[in-house]
């Protein structure tokens, strides 16, 4: 049974870096046809796509994101992370790791998220 | 990218049908069938309950269905139950490679 778990601190103060990373066990992250993405969701909102990552690095962010955003893949230890810079307030929220079927919408499994508070 | 567009909340009683909309643009539920709704009940990560329209993943149960006219998505639950109480997020692939979540649909079963 594939498990996704993200890791990180849970404060980061404002105009910093952001750095979180999913662990995946139960399958390799190599894989082909398979892309590990992140998804956040603030308090009280609803969910937002950050971006994803395929086994070969190939990235791709949401626009709004996308200059402040890295998501890199690490095959050696079957984790990918991301990076967020420059936060603000407006970046606290609830991240999820989630791997997606490729050719597909089906986002099959999730972490069980992680919550990031933005605040001096 | 602007978010789909989902009713804030739906309601219904046990035993009774609803249909939540998603309604996207020509740029992405217009375009794909790359459709997939997604249950959150409080506190909990997400769970795909409907991928690529109408595609149910083995152990949803058969009272969640989906379709797509245009651009607009639907999920119908049929036979609600209380466990079905919970926020309910479409989401669609995009012309621009990338992916785009609808607003959230609380549903309350009375």
């Known amino acids: 049974q594939l498990q996704l778990q993200e890791s990180g601190p849970g404060l980061v103060k404002p105009s910093e870096t952001l750095s979180l990373t999913c662990t995946v066990s139960?399958?390799?992250?190599?894989?082909?046809?398979?892309?590990w993405g992140w998804i956040r969701q603030p308090p009280g909102k609803g969910l937002e796509w950050i971006g994803n990552?395929?086994?070969?690095?190939?990235?791709y962010c949401n626009p709004s994101l996308k200059s402040r955003v890295t998501i890199s893949v690490e095959t050696s230890k079957n984790q990918f992370s991301l990076r967020l810079n420059s936060v603000t307030a407006a970046d606290t929220a609830v991240y999820y790791c989630?791997?997606?079927?490729?050719?597909?919408?089906?986002?099959?499994?999730w972490g069980q998220g992680t919550q990031v508070t933005v605040s001096s | 990218q602007s978010a789909l567009t989902q009713p804030a909340s739906v309601s219904a009683s046990p035993g009774q049908s609803i249909t939540i909309s998603c309604t996207g643009t020509?740029?992405?539920?217009?375009?794909?069938?790359?459709v997939s709704w997604y249950q959150q009940h409080p506190g909990k990560a997400p769970k795909v309950m409907i991928y690529?329209?109408?595609n149910r993943p083995s152990g949803v149960s058969n009272r969640f269905s989906g379709s797509k006219s245009g651009s607009t998505a639907s999920l119908t639950i049929s036979g609600l139950q209380a466990e079905d109480e919970a926020d309910y997020y479409c989401?669609?692939?995009?012309?621009?490679?990338?992916?785009?979540f609808g607003g959230g649909t609380k549903l309350t079963v009375l």
């Open positions: 139960g399958g390799s992250i190599s894989s082909s046809g398979y892309y």
């Open positions: 020509n740029n992405d539920v217009g375009v794909y069938n790359y």
């Open positions: 989630s791997r997606r079927q490729g050719a597909s919408s089906f986002r099959d499994y």
């Open positions: 690529d329209v109408n």
């Open positions: 989401s669609s692939y995009t012309t621009s490679s990338t992916w785009v």
């Open positions: 990552i395929n086994y070969s690095g190939n990235t």
